[in-house]
């Protein structure tokens, strides 16, 4: 069994670390990018391709590339080892322009084995309006080694799926007008009260003027107007790098699989007692062949036998955690248990169920 990690994280100032800029704290309403998906066809691979009789929708895709390049294909029988059917995505950033060049994703969608040195073809990439905004092409850089032999294989991480690098050209643009708005919606990443109320005086006391409203725990309301800025873009340029400190819940994120505990600074927990030990059950069974003596009648018979026994490690006894004020007391007095790490992860849950531990308890 691979040793767990027992991680508590301290973390200073804010809850995070002072004062953060509004640009990392905020979406400006508007202010977004949009997915982009299409479906295309990979060629160029070293045998590694798609299997046709198990992926008809690859034949069918290079058919009609085929035909569209003026090839006549129609009750030709061909099967190609070296193209892959594919889909493509992307994401379209805000305010990308006709000519501006994206990054693109390419997954396997069919029973090919690596994408490694294969070439995208031409492939429209729609949003969810169906519109297409930008075309991929270009060559995969995959991100896996893929190395088979008669008998065996080897694949080190995902060979069936890579990156092109601005290999996707925009050709057309998002219908949004920045500079129309009158009114703009912060959108909160991480919604709470105070934070809003600080982003709202902070802008306020920016511009000297009543120009943001905290409107609920997740947004502040800007008057662009009120600004008095030249555009709507010099108003969010000039407040995106106003510090503001912003206010965390206290929460404790355990992640039972690595066994990693990480605690916010605003920890708290109450005097409490504690208890623990481990019991161990054991059961082994080692069966025994029991034979007749020789040239005597009788036939083989296999006797079972169980051993079985009970171990239970000494606990920690009732140890007493003292009331902490500050994450490192706390640390200090989980850590006095002496405990492995995933016994401290049933610890803090038992804390929390008794009402000691003052904060949000997150398991992954």
């Known amino acids: 069994m691979r040793a767990l990690i027992l991680l508590l994280i301290l973390l200073p100032g804010m809850a995070w670390a002072g004062a953060i800029r509004l640009k990392d704290l905020v979406d400006f309403d508007g202010v977004r990018g949009n997915d982009l998906v299409g479906y295309g066809l990979v060629v160029g691979l070293n045998g590694t ?55 693109v994703t390419v997954s396997a969608i069919g029973d090919s084995n690596s994408l490694l040195g294969g070439t995208l073809v031409m492939t429209p990439l729609n949003a969810a309006d169906g519109q297409i905004y930008a075309v991929a092409q270009g060559t995969i850089l995959a991100g896996g080694v893929l190395a088979e032999g008669e008998a065996a294989s080897v694949v080190r ?67 662009i107007a009120a600004t008095q800025a030249a555009s709507t873009a010099h108003a969010i340029g000039r407040i ?32 409490v007692a504690v208890s623990q030990g481990n019991l161990t059950l054991t059961v082994q069974e080692a069966p025994i062949a029991v034979q007749p003596n020789p040239f005597a009648r009788g036939e083989t018979v296999v006797v079972p036998r169980t051993i079985a026994g009970i171990e239970e490690e000494e606990g920690t006894g009732l140890a007493e955690i003292p009331e902490a004020t500050t994450l490192s007391e706390v640390v200090a007095g989980l850590n006095a248990l002496g405990v492995s790490p995933q016994d401290m992860i049933d610890i803090l849950k038992t804390i929390k169920a008794a009402g000691a531990l003052h904060a949000e308890f997150v398991v992954r």
């Open 240 to 271: 995106e790098n106003i510090l503001v400190e912003p206010e965390a819940k206290a929460r404790v994120v355990v992640d039972q699989r690595s066994g990693t505990i990480v605690m916010g600074q605003e920890v708290r927990i109450s005097r």
């Open 49 to 103: 391709g798609d299997g046709l009789r198990n992926s008809p929708f690859t034949e069918e895709i290079m058919s009609n590339i085929l035909e569209r390049l003026g090839v006549n294909v129609t009750g030709e029988d061909f099967r190609p080892k070296n193209v892959a059917a594919v889909l493509v995505t992307a994401s379209l950033p805000p305010f990308a322009r006709v000519g501006g060049q994206i990054d």
């Open 157 to 223: 991480g995902v060979p069936t799926s890579g990156v092109i690098p601005s290999g996707a050209r925009v050709e057309r643009e998002i219908e949004f007008d920045l500079s129309t708005l009158t009114q703009m919606r912060l959108a909160l990443r991480e919604p709470d009260f105070t934070t809003a109320a600080r982003i709202e005086f902070a802008i306020n006391t920016e511009f000297n003027r009543a120009v943001a409203i905290m409107r609920d725990s997740g947004t502040v309301d800007l008057n």
